[in-house]
């Protein structure tokens, strides 16, 4: 062999082992979170249950720092500045409302919801299910995952509550929507079919979302909807609906007299 081809050779076979060590040392990773990953795996679905809650009212002064007494004669909100008074001085609109984000925020949780009652029986549990030491595991989470959804039925009822104290009969949607929705079948419904929509579904929820019975129940599901928080809704549904404002005791008052 000539000299002059060994330096060739030798450069050769460095470029090959320096390429492979560059591809071995520095993999792609893989960063997009799959639909179908994110609803099998039991972690992922147990955060989107916690995830459902963040459509509630952040507090009671949610706003702009002033509760919902002091747009009416209840209570007054002494920064003279605050959106709130735009509905004591009638300066309110439909393009200017202080509470303008109730209408999005809800809907977005019923969605949410929807679409978490659709997917979470797609949970795998298969790893538990066929191993003879995890059998309390497996039907722990299966009790789990059963729970989170009248969770997500509680409050998928809060919201459309929220609404209907505000709006009166709006459109009652059970199934996630989604850009080829055809959004023309769906109408506005009466304000006696959302009082019992929102009546059933706190039934159906307080028959599951027991009262924890001890004092760690409480702490692992601390902020969680209970049977309480179920029937404490389904009252307030009813007494709004049978206030001046919203009775029509000829639509649907004998169900519930």
């Not at 179908?36 to 679905?45: I, L």
């Not at 009212?57 to 500045?81: I, Q, R, V």
């Not at 709006?170 to 079948?185: H, N, R, Y």
């Amino acid at each position: 062999m000539k000299p002059y081809k060994i330096p060739v050779i030798v450069g050769l076979l460095f470029s090959v082992v320096f390429y492979s060590c560059d591809d071995l040392l520095d993999p792609k990773a893989e960063t997009n979170l799959t639909e179908e990953f994110a609803n099998v795996s039991y972690n992922n679905t147990l955060a989107r249950s916690i995830g459902l809650y963040s459509y509630l009212p952040d507090g009671l002064s949610y706003l702009d720092g002033a509760m919902m007494a002091a747009a009416s004669d209840e209570a007054e909100y002494t920064l003279e500045t605050a959106s709130i008074h735009g509905f004591n001085v009638g300066s309110w609109n439909a393009n200017n409302n202080p509470d303008g984000s109730a209408w999005e925020r809800n809907f977005e949780g019923i969605f949410a919801a929807n679409l978490f009652l659709k997917e979470s029986d797609e949970v795998d549990l298969d790893y538990l299910k066929y191993d003879p030491t995890k059998q309390q595991d497996y039907q722990n989470r299966l009790n789990n995952i059963h729970r989170w959804k009248y969770e997500a039925r509680f409050l998928r009822a809060y919201y459309y509550f929220e609404l209907v104290k505000r709006y009166g009969g709006v459109p009652i949607i059970t199934e996630p929507l989604g850009l080829k929705s055809d959004l023309s079948t769906f109408s506005r419904d009466s304000l006696s079919a959302c009082i019992r929509f929102i009546v059933s579904e706190c039934d159906s929820a307080a028959a599951v979302l027991q009262a924890p019975d001890r004092m760690t129940d409480v702490a692992n599901n601390l902020g969680r909807a209970t049977k309480g928080a179920a029937m404490g809704l389904k009252c307030r549904a009813l007494l709004y609906a049978a206030s001046d404002l919203f009775n029509k005791p000829e639509e649907w008052a004998p169900g519930y007299r």
